[in-house]
C-alpha cells in the first residue's frame, strides 16, 4: 500500500490551549497504514492557499478508522482548520515518511511544543518501559495527562510556572531520567542539544524533523536536510525529511 | 476521438506531461499516478554531476501560487542514467530529460551521455531563476540562447525541446533565438522570478532571497507568452504556466501549444495530471472534437 489522498470527515475538534487544537478525522484509508511518527498532508478549503500543511499523527485509531492531529495555529491555513468542526469534510493525504522504529528497550520520549503530540502517539505504540520529557512556553500542559496513562512524565517550562524551569534536558538532569533509547520532537535548537546529549551518553536517538513542503512524497525536493553520508537517493548530503524522515537516527543528519 | 500529438516526430499517446521538477522522475507520483496515461513524464533537471541545491527554506507560499529555490538539486549524470531512466523505461510514456548545467560544457556532456539511452526527446534549461551560474544567465540574451541551442544540437542524438524563461523583456524574441540556433520545440514558460518577505521574523522566506513564482496565479502571463511564441516561430510549443485543470490545458492548446506541462498542481492534487488526460477526452467528447490536433493554436 501506499499514501492515498482522500476525503476525510472531521469528528470533533477542541482547543487544548492557546493556539492548539485537537482534530479527530475519519480516515479509514490512512489509519487502516497509519504509524506513529508518520504525517498527513491537510489540505485548506482557499484555493488561493495551495499547498498542503503537514501534520503529525497524534493518535491512531485503526479500529475506528480514526486519526487525531493536534496542532499549533501558525498561519492562515491552521487557522482554517481550526474553524472546522464536526462533519466538515477535507482532504488529506496519507501516511507520509515512516515513522519510529520501536525499539525493545527503556525509552525516553522527549517533546517540544508543538512536538509534543507526535510523542504521544509513539507513547501508546511502545511496548516496553517508557518515559517522557515535555517542554512547554507554560503551565497550559496540554496532552500531559494522556502520557501518565503510559508511563511517568517529567515537565519543563520556559517560564516555570510548572515543573522544571528551562528545556527539556534541564527536566531530564533534574528528575535523574534514564533510559536506552531516546525519541525527540520539536524546535531544532531542541533537537541539536539532545542528539549532543545522546552523543555525549551514548544512547541511541531518533528525532524526527520538519521543514516547508510541497509535496509531501519526495519529488519536489523542498524539505530537504543535511546528511552526514552521501544520502543513496540524493547522491549528495541531502535527505528529504517527508520521504527518507522526518525519523532520523540522529547521527546521520547534521541539524 | 484522437488525443495524439507530435513534438518533432516523437509521437505522444496525449498532450499531457509533467513540468520538469515538480514530478522527480516520476517514481514517487508512481505510487499514485498510473504513468502509462500520460504523454510523457519530463523529468528534474539532470547535470553533469551532483548539484546540492539551495539551502533550505527552498519554497514558500504565495496567493494563488508558489515560490521555489531548490538551486536545481541533482544526482549527477551517472545515477541517472542507471536508475531513473530504467525505471521510466518500465512505462509506456515518453521520457523528456530536463538539462541543466553552468556552463556549455556542461550541458553538452550531459547531452552526449543521454544520446544512447531511452531518452526520447531532451528538454535544455537555459531559465532556472535559483542558481547563480547557468540556467536564466543563457536564458536572457538571445545571442547566447542561438548559441547553446545550436552547440547542444550539434551534440544531442534526441530532438531538442529549448526551454524559455518569461524574466525578459519579448518573449517572441528568445523564441526566435532558439529557432535560429536549431531548436526543434520551445517549452515555456519558466517560473517568474518573485520574492517573499516574512513580516514577522522580518526575513526573507526563501533562504535563496528570491525564487520562482508558480502556480494558478501565472496562468495568464503564460497563456499570454505562448501565443506570442505560437505566432513568432514556427516550433511546436509546449505550455506550462499554472495549468491545474483540462480547461487550463485547452486554454494552452488553443493559444498555440502542441502539449502542455502540469507542475506546481502536482502538489496539491496529485492526480492533476490523469485528470486533465481525462477532462481534455470530456471537452473533445463534448464539443465532437474528432482530432485534439484541431484544438492547436485554433484561437488566433
Known sequence: ?255 | MDTRVTIAGVELKNPVMTASGTFGSGAEYGEMVDLNRLGAVVTKGVANVPWPGNPTPRIAEVYGGMLNAIGLQNPGIDVFVERDIPFLKQYDTKIIVNVCGKTTEDYVEVVERLGDTAADLLEINISCPNVKEGGIAFGQDPKAVEAITREVKRHAKQPVIMKLSPNVTDITVMAKAAEAGGADALSLINTLTGMKIDIHRRTFALANKTGGFSGPAVKPVAVRMVYQAANAVRLPIIGMGGISTAEDAIEFLLAGATAVSVGTANFFNPYATTEIVDGIEAYMERYGVEDVKELIGAVK
Do not use: W
Not at chain 1, 26 to 49: C, H, L, M, N, W
Not at chain 1, 85 to 102: C, D, I, R, S, Y
Open chain 1, 1 to 255: 500500500m501506499a499514501q492515498v489522498k482522500i476525503e476525510a470527515v472531521v469528528k470533533s475538534q477542541e482547543m487544548l490551549a492557546d493556539g492548539v487544537y485537537s482534530m479527530v478525522l475519519s480516515a479509514p484509508e490512512i489509519a487502516r497504514q497509519a504509524k506513529a511518527g508518520q504525517f498527513v498532508s491537510v489540505y485548506t478549503k482557499d484555493s488561493s492557499r495551495l499547498l498542503p500543511r503537514p501534520i503529525s499523527l497524534c493518535g491512531i485509531d485503526k479500529e475506528k478508522g480514526e486519526l487525531r492531529l493536534v496542532y499549533r495555529v501558525a498561519g492562515a491555513g491552521t487557522e482554517e482548520f481550526s474553524r472546522y468542526e464536526a462533519g466538515e469534510k477535507v482532504q488529506v493525504m496519507g501516511p507520509l515518511g515512516n515513522g519510529f522504529p520501536l525499539k525493545e528497550k527503556k525509552a525516553i520520549l522527549i517533546g517540544g511544543g508543538i512536538g509534543i503530540p507526535p510523542m504521544l502517539g509513539l507513547m501508546k505504540a511502545l511496548d516496553c518501559e517508557r518515559t517522557a520529557v515535555l517542554g512547554y512556553r507554560d503551565s497550559q500542559l496540554f496532552l500531559k495527562d494522556e502520557f501518565e496513562a503510559f508511563g511517568p512524565v517529567s515537565v519543563a517550562t520556559e517560564d516555570g510556572s510548572a515543573g522544571t524551569k528551562g528545556n527539556v534536558l534541564d527536566a531530564i538532569r533534574a528528575n535523574g531520567v534514564e533510559g536506552a533509547v531516546i525519541y525527540a520532537c520539536g524546535p531544532t535548537p531542541m533537537l541539536r542539544a539532545i542528539k549532543a546529549y545522546a552523543a555525549e551518553n551514548g544512547i541511541e536517538c531518533y528525532i524526527s524533523l520538519e521543514e516547508r513542503m510541497a509535496c509531501g512524497i519526495g519529488a519536489c525536493l523542498a524539505c530537504v536536510c543535511q546528511s552526514k553520508e552521501v544520502d543513496h537517493h540524493s547522491n549528495v548530503h541531502n535527505k528529504r525529511i517527508c520521504k527518507d524522515g522526518p525519523v532520523f537516527a540522529a547521527e546521520e543528519v547534521e541539524i
